[in-house]
């Protein structure tokens, strides 16, 4: 069966700070990958989605970054974190080709604070 | 564009208390409806989705939804509430082109009372 899985779960990073969140999917090939962000009661907010590897695709501008270096690997990245990037962030990943209907599946999120 | 819309921030029921939360979306064809369910903390949990044929479709933990075209709605049911079900839940379009991206609404916070 397919996992995925998010580290760390939390983080407290200061300003300025550089960032990295890592998501991996186990038991399927080739997922297109989404990365998410969850601001304190507010809905989901599409960041990056990836259909394949280096393909990465931005949804909204922003202070972030994604890369996909391997296959079932998804990066979320930042050289300097400002406070509004605090949020809980979720990768998630659909098995299906792009254009048909299929399911996304989440990770269980890492809840980021920026001080 | 798509959008969704659930109007209902936060609602509060009884334990065995039926439940209906709203979801309205806006697609220019007939969408991929989701519901997913999100406990504090953690991930979200599929609940049920729909993509074609039957209208009412049945959910894991006893939910169900049905997709009426007419009103652009795809609202959520449950007949008796359980305690356990207290938490945010999030009704999601999804596109039938690009990457199978998910448009999210706000989200609406169930909490439940004894």
């Known amino acids: 069966s397919q996992t995925i899985h998010q580290w760390p779960a939390t983080l407290v990073q200061p300003v300025g700070s550089p960032l990295s969140l890592e998501c991996t999917v186990e038991?399927?090939?080739?997922?297109?990958l989404y990365w998410y962000r969850q601001a304190a009661g507010r809905g989901l907010q599409l960041l990056f989605y990836s259909v394949g590897i280096g393909q990465i695709s931005s949804e909204v501008p922003q202070n972030l970054s994604a890369s996909r270096p391997q296959d079932r690997q998804f990066i979320l990245s930042s050289k300097k974190l400002l406070l509004s990037d605090s949020g809980f962030y979720l990768c998630?990943?659909?098995?299906?080709?792009?254009?048909?209907?299929?399911?996304?599946?989440f990770g269980p999120g890492t809840r980021l604070t920026v001080l | 564009a798509q959008s969704v819309t659930q109007p209902d921030i936060h609602i509060t029921v009884s334990e065995g208390a039926s439940l209906e939360l709203r979801c309205n979306y806006s697609?220019?064809?007939?969408?991929?409806l989701f519901w997913y369910v999100q406990s504090p903390g953690q991930g979200l949990q599929l609940l049920l989705k729909?993509?074609?044929?039957?209208?009412l479709v049945q959910g894991i933990k006893g939910f169900e939804a049905e997709f009426k075209r007419s009103q652009s709605s795809f609202n959520l049911r449950k007949p008796s509430v359980h305690w356990s079900d207290a938490a945010e839940y999030f009704c999601?379009?999804?596109?039938?082109?690009?990457?199978?991206?998910?448009?999210f609404g706000t989200g609406t916070r169930l909490t439940v009372i004894p």
């Open positions: 697609y220019g064809a007939t969408p991929y």
């Open positions: 038991g399927t090939s080739n997922p297109n």
């Open positions: 999601a379009v999804g596109a039938r082109t690009g990457a199978n991206n998910l448009f």
């Open positions: 998630a990943w659909t098995a299906s080709p792009s254009g048909t209907a299929d399911t996304q599946y």
């Open positions: 729909y993509f074609s044929g039957d209208t």
